[in-house]
């Protein structure tokens, strides 16, 4: 099998090998979980629980109207605490339910279950309208870091011919989906066959990185094996470079199917629809068990940590309570910086009492060494980030004109088509902050855009 | 050799006056038909070109004026005088209020929590954007000086204390930093106004957690509303308001507020008492 790739990208270092061979833990006896109540892309939600209210295990406990909305559920059973404002993890104070743990006690002897789930769906008896339904009612959305309703994906108002499964996991450090392929591929593929019988596709792809090679058998043997590919569903694994961002949904496109989503279109314009692997696993659990997207996995490594784990937590746990259950430790002398989510795109926060959220892919404690900072100096012209660029824009003439507020220009060389996936910042010789001044100009281009709408009207 | 010198003179000459006269017929032929009254305006425009007005500079608030698709008095650069003169131009009446710029917060290196070190972009955009808030408190200053970058009239300076301090004897009013801070801390006032107001934007329901991130933060303890003797203080949105329909500058509230948060306007913020030690640029 030869591995496909798209142009562009980086070779950060791997840094996978400190969690890639520990087996997923569980972690129990949750205390006490700090659920944020929005943890999608789109509309906020209400709580729909009070304080003071017992709430069983999977029970919905905050939801609104609206198509870009995803009901959020409790992850342990036990009374509601508080309803504040906490942290979150992409740095700002949203509403959240903190929920203490209780056992209910036993009524004549009989202790009542704490688990509220939904009962169990057959995908593929239901219909399409019945299927999207359960996956908004399990809460669950894209778990590789935008949280995007998967509700909304699987309802493409276009034709699809690929169900692409992201096992390409391209972040460096993070090792989450790479044990999950290995320790549930039959999960996995179950999942691409739920995704592609709602969505109507002919062919689903398992994408995997070279660096996780030897999860390919174990995926295949998982697709000889299954029932959906007895029963005729097309369903293989596709090898790919190891390469930076290899996972990131357009490029993962470009390099399997050798199209390109147009800019500022979306992967059904090319006819696919890509799945994170933890959502193919919420998915399947969402069906199988009636199970609402109540707790994920997430790798917990780098160079302060003294003891690598690939966990899966209650969402809304702190990382703090999963080191004082002794799954994982962190050297907090050596710890100079804290970030959830991957070292390329994650988001570096204060302090690691900060929940895990739906879209929590990992919690990574960097050393001295990892988390050294440069100077900004000024772009030497090397033309470095125009060949990194996985979307094949300029960064440094995007930077020039983003420096300038010259944002029609900005537009023009593509500002918006910006993944912001920071092989440019990673490459740049002179160390510029690229990325971070495009998530700016974008902001401020949208607020432009927004003002000229409105003058037009 | 005299002669080829005499000639280019004279070929020179008749060719300037050909030409000469042809541009002078066409200028008045082709003559553009333009409104006198947009040069009137952009005569009395201050001409420092600070958008403020939100229009492309005084040439672009002049023509906008002078086809009557904007009012008089947006010139906050020139103040009353500016919009009387414009006014009087376009015939209309002036009535407009001077104002000025006054940033609500207080929360300076000392008092302020800091979230952690920060290195990314330097303005106070990408900060919040990254960070959320360099300060633990999420609605305060960030301190980069983004205002102090689109103040045109050198009415702002970064004090060493890491807050923006405003010049009221150079500030227009032209809302440049109201508009450019990410926060939207910046107020505009006029510049008469007397009564009290609060220089904190903190909206955190909290109280222990207001106190935890800055010690000048309003706790929402409502002693002003209670205390004020005129019941003007109302709670809008967490923080308190002041109706200055009723405000008799009494002071009540600034002495009975625990964290100081309440400051009369006239005295504290724009008076004398206000004298910051200033960085030099």
């Given at each position: 099998m030869t591995a496909k790739t798209f142009r562009g990208g980086a070779h950060p270092p791997e840094q996978k090998?400190?969690?890639?061979?520990?087996?997923?833990?569980?972690?129990?006896?949750?205390?006490?979980?700090?659920?944020?109540?929005?943890?999608?892309?789109?509309?906020?939600?209400?709580?729909?629980?009070?304080?003071?209210?017992?709430?069983?295990?999977?029970?919905?406990?905050?939801?609104?109207?609206?198509?870009?909305?995803?009901?959020?559920?409790?992850?342990?059973?036990?009374?509601?605490?508080?309803?504040?404002?906490?942290?979150?993890?992409?740095?700002?104070?949203?509403?959240?339910?903190?929920?203490?743990?209780?056992?209910?006690?036993?009524?004549?002897?009989?202790?009542?279950?704490?688990?509220?789930?939904?009962?169990?769906?057959?995908?593929?008896?239901?219909?399409?309208?019945?299927?999207?339904?359960?996956?908004?009612?399990?809460?669950i959305v894209g778990m590789g870091g935008a949280g995007f309703p998967t509700h909304v994906k699987l309802a493409p108002s276009k034709p699809i011919s690929y169900v692409i499964a992201n096992g390409a996991e391209c972040e460096p450090y993070l090792t989450i989906d790479e044990r999950t392929m290995i320790e549930r591929p039959e999960d996995v593929v179950e999942g691409v066959a739920i995704t592609m019988k709602i969505v109507n596709a002919p062919e689903g792809i398992i994408a995997v990185e070279e660096n996780k090679m030897h999860a390919i058998p174990l995926l295949e043997k998982a697709i000889a094996s299954s029932p959906r590919t007895r029963a005729g569903m097309k369903i293989r694994v596709q090898?790919?470079?190891?390469?930076?961002?290899?996972?990131?949904?357009?490029?993962?496109?470009?390099?399997?199917?050798?199209?390109?989503?147009?800019?500022?279109?979306?992967?059904?314009?090319?006819?696919?629809?890509?799945?994170?692997?933890?959502?193919?696993?919420?998915?399947?659990?969402?069906?199988?068990?009636?199970?609402?997207?109540?707790?994920?996995?997430?790798?917990?490594?780098?160079?302060?940590?003294?003891?690598?784990?690939?966990?899966?937590?209650?969402?809304?746990?702190?990382?703090?309570?999963?080191?004082?259950?002794?799954?994982?430790?962190?050297?907090?002398?050596?710890?100079?910086?804290?970030?959830?989510?991957?070292?390329?795109?994650?988001?570096?926060?204060?302090?690691?009492?900060?929940?895990?959220?739906?879209?929590?892919?990992?919690?990574?404690?960097?050393?001295?060494?990892?988390?050294?900072?440069?100077?900004?100096?000024?772009?030497?012209?090397?033309g470095r980030c125009?060949?990194?660029?996985?979307?094949?824009?300029?960064?440094?003439?995007?930077?020039?004109?983003?420096?300038?507020?010259?944002?029609?220009?900005?537009?023009?060389?593509?500002?918006?088509?910006?993944?912001?996936?920071?092989?440019?910042?990673?490459?740049?010789?002179?160390?510029?902050?690229?990325?971070?001044?495009?998530?700016?100009g974008k902001q401020i281009l949208r607020t432009i855009k927004q003002k000229e709408a409105q003058n037009a009207r | 050799m005299v002669t080829i010198v005499l000639i280019t003179i004279a070929f020179s000459a008749i060719l300037a006056f050909v030409l000469g006269t042809?541009?002078?017929?066409?200028?008045?032929?082709?003559?553009?038909?333009?409104?006198?009254?947009?040069?009137?305006?952009?005569?009395?425009?201050?001409?420092?070109?600070?958008?403020?007005?939100?229009?492309?500079?005084?040439?672009?608030?002049?023509?906008?004026?002078?086809?009557?698709?904007?009012?008089?008095?947006?010139?906050?650069a020139g103040g009353s005088a500016t919009a009387e003169a414009v006014s009087k131009i376009m015939g209309v009446d002036a009535a407009r209020e001077d104002v000025v710029s006054v940033l609500l917060c207080q929360g300076t290196k000392d008092v302020a929590v800091s979230k952690g070190e920060y290195v990314g972009v330097q303005t106070c955009r990408a900060a919040k954007l990254s960070t959320g808030s360099v300060k633990a408190c999420s609605w305060g200053c960030q301190g980069?000086?983004?205002?102090?970058?689109?103040?045109?009239?050198?009415?702002?300076?970064?004090?060493?204390?890491?807050?923006?301090?405003?010049?009221?004897?150079?500030?227009?009013?032209?809302?440049?930093?109201?508009?450019?801070?990410?926060?939207?801390?910046?107020?505009?006032?006029?510049?008469e106004k007397k009564g009290s107001i609060v220089l904190c934007s903190n909206r955190n329901v909290i109280k222990a957690n207001v106190l935890k991130t800055c010690k000048t933060g309003c706790i929402k303890c409502e002693i002003c509303v209670k205390s004020c003797p005129e019941k003007c203080i109302t709670m809008v949105n967490g923080i308190p308001v002041t109706d200055y329909?009723?405000?008799?500058?009494?002071g009540v509230c600034v002495q009975k507020c625990p964290t100081h948060a309440y400051k009369l306007l006239e005295v504290d913020v724009m008076g004398e008492k206000k004298k910051v030690p200033v960085l030099e640029a």
């Open positions: 090998d400190r969690s890639s061979g520990l087996a997923v833990e569980r972690l129990r006896d949750v205390k006490q979980v700090v659920i944020p109540v929005n943890q999608h892309f789109g509309a906020p939600l209400q709580p729909l629980v009070k304080v003071g209210d017992y709430v069983k295990r999977g029970q919905k406990i905050a939801d609104a109207d609206g198509r870009m909305t995803v009901p959020v559920h409790a992850s342990l059973a036990g009374i509601v605490k508080k309803i504040e404002p906490r942290t979150q993890s992409n740095n700002l104070d949203g509403p959240c339910i903190i929920i203490e743990a209780k056992q209910p006690e036993p009524v004549d002897g009989v202790v009542e279950s704490t688990d509220d789930f939904m009962p169990p769906l057959d995908p593929f008896v239901c219909s399409k309208e019945e299927a999207l339904a359960r996956i908004r009612a399990a809460g090898l790919l470079k190891t390469k930076y961002p290899q996972g990131g949904e357009k490029m993962l496109i470009t390099a399997i199917t050798g199209k390109e989503v147009p800019s500022g279109g979306l992967p059904m314009d090319v006819g696919c629809v890509v799945q994170n692997i933890g959502t193919l696993c919420a998915m399947v659990e969402a069906f199988r068990d009636g199970k609402p997207l109540i707790e994920r996995g997430l790798t917990i490594t780098g160079g302060a940590c003294t003891k690598p784990a690939n966990v899966i937590a209650p969402i809304g746990t702190p990382v703090a309570d999963i080191i004082a259950a002794g799954l994982t430790a962190v050297d907090d002398e050596a710890l100079r910086r804290i970030i959830y989510g991957g070292p390329m795109m994650g988001v570096a926060v204060p302090n690691y009492a900060i929940p895990v959220q739906k879209n929590t892919s990992g919690v990574l404690f960097m050393n001295e060494e990892e988390a050294v900072h440069y100077e900004e100096e000024t772009c030497i012209r090397c125009m060949r990194a660029c996985p979307i094949r824009i300029s960064p440094a003439l995007l930077a020039v004109s983003v420096e300038t507020g010259d944002y029609k220009e900005a537009e023009k060389i593509g500002l918006l088509d910006c993944i912001e996936c920071g092989s440019c910042s990673f490459v740049c010789p002179a160390h510029r902050h690229l990325v971070q001044k495009f998530r700016v | 042809a541009l002078g017929f066409f200028r008045e032929k082709f003559k553009v038909e333009r409104d006198p009254k947009i040069d009137e305006v952009r005569e009395a425009l201050p001409g420092a070109n600070c958008g403020g007005c939100g229009f492309p500079g005084c040439d672009g608030y002049a023509e906008a004026v002078a086809t009557g698709r904007s009012p008089t008095t947006k010139c906050t980069f000086g983004d205002c102090v970058n689109v103040c045109k009239f050198d009415a702002l300076a970064m004090g060493e204390d890491g807050l923006p301090h405003v010049n009221y004897d150079n500030c227009t009013g032209c809302g440049m930093c109201a508009e450019e801070c990410p926060q939207k801390l910046f107020v505009m006032v006029p510049r329909s009723k405000c008799t500058s009494c």
